[in-house]
């Protein structure tokens, strides 16, 4: 995810924070240090990074869940609104599914189970309100929160942890895809109802969330109806193979000319051992040029790290790589590791959309 910064690695997946949740620590700093002085500024932040530690600890029962049943969790980012595990996949298998869903909010229940009963802290639904109130308490404050995130998590709005659930539940009668759509609905509507509640009482965390949920679940839905419609399809089936290719000291004055003489929107990058060194895409060449000049190597704006599958590796993996907008492209490779084309998101639907018949 753009604007996130790794802080560390834990359980196997890189823990990130997003340049914004680092504004959101700010604001409550300021707004408590200048209605309470910097005791309150501490005490309030400090509050704050203890609720998003169990955030964290959510997410990543979400994670260890999820390994059990061989899927990776390459990071995990703390975002304003609540943490981002992002799964490799999720288990189509729905009792799987719901595991994995309700590990995370069973994170909450023992957290708050453990302060309440060892450590005796009270829960007061009222300290949600005033999280600012020092007469509820730190831990009965923290304790409140936890069952808090529980039970909103369970919420079935798709794809939150009770739409999850509910996704699972429908799919065993309908299908995965028509129990997605339907799951993402729900989401939608209920995402509407916190807009409505978050508009009219001020709460703009409340909109924020209902923005996310809106945007998750299409793009959830869409997402689940390419890689059902792609079940079967190897990369060779859909991988681009007519490309003119760069290396990496040719200059972006190269690039720029290539771009003008071909329709490409993305051009690989070669070493001499014919091995992917990078991609280039067409807006890296345009602000590379404008950053560095038109004599800038090609290596110094080229996207690193390209992904690489071989020629019958499924589509599902190819969206895998693709699925969270790190990479422009994944590379496909014989088998000796020489580079023999490229598969963009893109060209994934238009295959689909020329090659593949719609069914539901």
């Not at 298998?93 to 069973?106: I, K, M, R």
């Not at 708050?112 to 509820?136: F, I, K, Y």
Request: overall charge negative; proline content about 5%; some cysteine.
């Amino acid at each position: 995810m753009t604007w996130s910064f790794p802080i560390g690695r834990l359980f196997g997946s890189e823990l990130r924070v997003h340049a914004t949740f680092l504004l959101l620590l700010a604001w409550i700093a300021t707004s408590a240090w200048v209605a309470g002085g910097p005791e309150a500024a501490l005490v309030n932040t400090g509050l704050v990074v203890a609720i998003f530690a169990c955030v964290v600890a959510h997410e990543f029962g979400h994670a260890l869940m999820a390994r059990r049943f061989g899927i990776v969790t390459p990071d995990i980012t703390l975002l304003p609104i609540g943490g981002m595990a992002r799964l490799e996949r999720m288990p189509e298998d729905p009792g799987q599914e719901v595991l994995v869903a309700l590990a995370g909010p069973a994170v909450n229940v023992v957290i708050w189970l453990v302060l309440t009963l060892a450590l005796g802290a009270t829960t007061r639904l009222d300290a949600l309100v005033a999280l600012d109130d020092p007469a509820a308490g730190f831990l009965g404050r923290v304790a409140s929160i936890n069952l808090f995130l529980a039970a909103f998590n369970l919420i079935p709005a798709f794809p939150m942890d009770g739409g999850r659930v509910l996704r699972a539940l429908l799919s065993i009668r309908l299908g995965r895809v028509r129990a997605t759509r339907s799951a993402a609905t729900a989401g939608q509507v209920v995402s509407f109802l916190f807009a409505f509640v978050g508009l009219t009482s001020g709460n703009l965390i409340l909109v924020l969330i209902a923005i996310f949920i809106f945007m998750a679940a299409a793009a959830e839905t869409s997402d689940v109806a390419l890689r059902d419609r792609a079940r079967g399809a190897f990369a060779r089936d859909v991988m681009i193979t007519t490309f003119e290719t760069l290396a990496p000291d040719d200059t972006l004055d190269t690039a720029a000319n290539a771009v003008v003489r071909t329709t490409q929107a993305e051009f690989p990058v070669k070493d001499p051992q014919g091995h992917v060194a990078g991609l280039l895409t067409r807006q890296a060449i345009i602000a590379g040029i404008e950053r560095d000049g038109r004599m800038t190597p090609v290596a110094r704006a080229m996207t690193t790290g390209i992904p690489e599958v071989g020629l019958r590796d499924p589509v599902d993996a190819v969206l895998g790589h693709l699925g969270d907008g790190a990479v422009p492209a994944v590379a496909v490779v014989d088998g000796n590791g020489a580079f023999i084309g490229y598969v963009t998101r893109e060209n994934i639907g238009e295959w689909m959309a020329l090659s593949v018949p719609a069914r539901d």
